[in-house]
């Protein structure tokens, strides 16, 4: 008797299991594909912030003015105040510099440089007068984008006010130039917290300080002291060292190695553009500016950022790496939720393959990449 009880047990409970796993599968299905937003937001939140935009030069109106479509499509609460800067203007006007004190948050185009001609770049001028200290570039590989090397995902943290790019320089006599490069205690702190503190509030597991020590040991060595210390009070995240030339190499033969990087000026340019050429190109990188006070958003890489002339008459430069940053400037603002529909339509786009311009092996104009953005947004 127990053991035809024992048998006839034995298929129910096998079905109670399988309904009980059924049920497990579906409940877990459901929380993964439907994440609830856990931002509470304060009373008042969802009141449109006024945003300062910089077209900018080359592509800039192009890829900014893709920016905007997006924005109105997904109904942001964001608005833009428009300006119109170019790179050959003397200086920044200072009602642009109004705006971005008023409004805290930028977005804009590439400004052209001038070479020579003792011309200061605007863009320069912008980061000195809003104290922007901390550049901040993310190259990682975007899914369904071939690239060299895979498992890329880099962070490089930039020292924005000083080094080489402080515009220290004179003829001392005739054919002879003198070039000063500034390195001081309090940026170099500054930048080694920000880099650790970013690590910190990303999850993030290691630092790494590009350097030139062993030929420039005072204004280098001040850096790296910098750098020490702040690491001996985030004992959870790994740090190490690396010459900017070595740097360089590993960059380009084992990325996936560097997690977050932090650098003087100079370096940092070299750095992030070597980066993103690795993980996809200037076109689909994104980045920003950010001081205490006031953030820029604007393409992370700068080679190319103003494009040339033939990209422009054809209206096909890229959009993504300004859609990009100006998702991470929604962060900023603190409306997540729009920018997690923004990126997910924008790799949904990558992904799919079917719009995509020159530089990542298409022949998409500016317009149909936003369109298919807008189209892919949830």
């Not at 129910?12 to 399988?18: A, G, I, M």
């Not at 100006?326 to 920018?339: E, K, N, V, Y």
């Not at 393959?353 to 947004?377: C, F, M, P, Y």
């Amino acid at each position: 008797m127990l053991e035809q009880m024992a048998k006839r047990s034995v298929p129910l409970l096998k079905q109670l299991l399988s309904s009980s796993a059924a049920a497990s599968s579906s409940c877990s299905s459901r929380f993964t594909s439907h994440r609830s937003v856990t931002y509470m937001p304060r009373p008042g939140d969802g009141s449109p912030r006024a945003v300062t935009l910089i077209p900018g030069d080359g592509i800039g109106p192009l890829v900014t003015g893709a920016v905007e479509q997006v924005m109105e499509a997904m109904h942001a609460p964001v608005y833009f105040e428009r300006y119109d800067v170019h790179g050959d203007m003397p200086k920044v006007p200072q009602e642009v510099i109004d705006s971005i004190k008023k409004n805290k948050v930028c977005l804009k185009g590439g400004l052209a440089t001038p070479m020579g001609g003792g011309v200061s770049s605007l863009n320069v001028q912008l980061r000195k007068q809003l104290d922007l200290y901390a550049s901040l570039v993310n190259c990682f590989n975007l899914p369904g984008l071939p690239t060299r090397h895979e498992n890329v995902d880099i962070v490089v943290i930039r020292e924005n006010t000083e080094g080489e790019y402080a515009g220290l320089e004179h003829e001392v006599v005739p054919g002879v130039v003198e070039s000063l490069k500034v390195i001081t205690k309090f940026c170099s702190e500054r930048i080694a917290k920000y880099a650790f503190e970013y690590a910190y509030l990303n999850n993030r597991r290691k630092v790494t300080a590009v350097h030139k020590a062993n030929i420039m040991k005072l204004a280098d060595g001040l850096f790296l002291e910098s750098c020490r210390e702040v690491a001996t009070k985030y004992p959870g995240i790994k740090y190490n060292e690396i010459i900017v030339d070595n740097c360089c190499m590993q960059l380009v033969s084992k990325p996936e190695q560097f997690d977050v990087m932090v650098t003087p000026n100079l370096y940092g340019n070299l750095v992030a553009n070597t980066a993103a050429g690795i993980a996809g190109g200037t076109g689909v990188m994104p980045g920003g500016n950010v001081g205490a006070d006031h953030a820029v958003f604007e393409q992370g890489a700068s080679a190319g950022n103003v494009g040339n002339e033939k990209v422009t008459e054809q209206k096909k430069a890229n959009p993504v790496a300004l859609l990009l940053s100006s998702a991470m400037m929604l962060r900023h603002l603190q409306f997540p939720s729009f920018a997690d529909r923004l990126e997910t339509a924008v790799k949904h786009v990558i992904f799919e393959g079917k719009h995509r311009t020159k530089d990542l092996g298409g022949n998409s104009t500016t317009q149909e990449v936003v369109d298919a953005v807008i189209a892919a947004l949830d």
